[in-house]
């Protein structure tokens, strides 16, 4: 938001705040069974949904501020801080910014994956279907044995039955759904490829019990990998 949209919204804010004072102390108020009473208080309730947008524009750009009773309250909207926001507010063309990118925040592992939770959000956006999932390292059971499951961040969309998924390590592509009663799909390298060249196309191909085509798995290369492929790292030999 530019300097000027700050001086607009704040203006805003406290047009705002005076109308919610003069509603507020309306003698009429004072006699809850009379007309002008349940007028003025839908009034102030209309005008706290309006704060609650006006709210959302703001970026907490001038910090907090502790009130009487220890509350820290932002400078310019007067919103809780760390207070859940449950509505957005996006602009209706252009670049729209949602959030932040968020990461694994422990190195701890915690006991169960709902614990390990850090953030699990999506959004249907004009027929493409995101989800985004960030964990912290947790432990889990499989085939009746304690495994950890790493920490990661997961983007997954879908789109006319097309899916794909990126976490840490892979970019995964998947043509079709599913098929819950075939089970997982099974994987295989490229046999044309010498076993040199697959190092550098790190690639799985995958298929059904019914031998079709479901998708491909390509493995990411670590950043060090990436430094050394690209000459940027460079290796100290120790002479003898």
Known sequence: MKKDDRTVLKRELRRLWRSMDFVSRNPALNDENSPESQIFAELYQQLGMLWEFLGLQCRHWDGYRKNRSGTMLCRICGKLRGADEYWLLLPRKGNKSIGSKTMPTSDETFPHKRAAVVLRDSINFHGVHLTVDVQNAYRSRLLDRDITIASDRIV?????????????????????????????????????????????????????????????????????????????????????
Request: aromatic share 8%.
């Open 156 to 240: 997954h969309f879908e789109e006319s039955g097309v899916e794909c998924m990126s976490d840490t390590h892979t970019l995964r592509i998947r043509l079709r759904a599913r098929d819950q009663k075939s089970g997982l799909p099974y994987g295989a390298f490229p046999s044309e490829l010498p076993r040199k060249l697959i190092k550098q196309f790190p690639i799985l191909l995958e298929y059904d019990r019914h031998n079709r085509f479901v998708g491909v798995t390509i493995f990411k290369p670590s950043p060090g990998a990436r430094m050394r492929a690209s000459g940027k790292m460079k290796v100290k030999r120790r002479d003898r």
